[in-house]
């Protein structure tokens, strides 16, 4: 079975950054991933996916200020220059054949 | 920019059914799988079902194996979940999401697009 652990909650001043981190479960470490936000009142949208190999392929339209790194079974995103419009939740997502699994989401408070 | 539109969500009784729609746009819907994905007040992203790019394979999330039906008129680049047995529980935003990949199986099962969303919402 496959599970996505991440931190309920983060925060960070306006300006500065922060690094989120999304840890796949043992047998799993090698899976890739991909990073979701969701701001308040909308739906979600694809920040980016994280190959295996720790290469990452942006969605449409994100931001310099967004990438993505690797550290064994930890899958992390990193937002530098943290505006306000970055107060967000934050989801990992991975996939196998037949099912799709979510991290339990990351409430990024800017402050 | 795709597009996906969803409709169909309401108001419903414990025990009744409702089907949604995706109206898809502005890609090639018939290349890629697709799934539902839903956010129930207060909780974070879950996964529903996924139907693949021809429509001959499905997966189902246990929460709702034997009660939904996702399907697909690739004529009409629409996805469909028809969903009986409605409890309290399945109250949520229900999301469509295009996949990256066209099999639903273990390649390109990232969510690249998202739709806005339809809120069902089970109560008497």
Not at chain 1, 25 to 33: C, F, M, Q, R, V
Not at chain 1, 42 to 51: A, E, I, S, V
Not at chain 1, 81 to 96: F, G, H, R, V
Not at chain 2, 28 to 42: D, E, H, I, L
Request: aromatic share 8%; hydrophobic share 35%; proline share 3%.
């Amino acid at each position: 079975q496959i599970v996505l652990t991440q931190s309920p909650s983060a925060s960070a001043s306006l300006g500065a950054s922060v690094k989120l981190t999304c840890t796949l479960s043992s047998g799993h470490s090698e899976y890739a991933i991909a990073w979701h936000q969701q701001q308040p009142d909308k739906g979600p949208r694809c920040l980016m996916k994280l190959n295996r190999d720790g290469s990452h392929i942006k969605g449409d339209g994100i931001p310099d200020r967004f990438s993505a790194s690797m550290s064994g079974a930890e899958r992390y995103l990193t937002i530098s220059s943290l505006q306000s419009e970055d107060e967000a939740d934050y989801y990992c997502q991975t996939w196998d054949i037949g099912i799709r699994v979510f991290g339990g989401g990351t409430k990024l408070t800017v402050l | 920019e795709v597009q996906l539109v969803e409709s169909g969500g309401g108001l419903v009784q414990p025990g009744g059914s409702l089907r949604l729609s995706c109206a898809a746009s502005t890609f090639t819907f018939t290349n890629y799988a697709m799934s539902w994905v839903r956010r129930a007040p207060g909780k974070g992203l879950e996964w529903v079902s996924v139907i693949s790019a021809s429509g001959d394979s499905t997966s189902y999330a246990d929460s709702v194996r034997g009660r939904f039906t996702i399907s697909r008129d690739n004529s009409r680049n629409t996805l469909l979940l028809q969903m009986s047995s409605l409890r309290a529980e399945d109250t949520a935003l229900y999301y469509c999401a295009k996949e990256a990949g066209n099999s639903g199986g273990n390649t390109g099962g990232n969510f690249d697009w998202w739709g806005q969303g339809t809120l069902v919402t089970v109560s008497s």
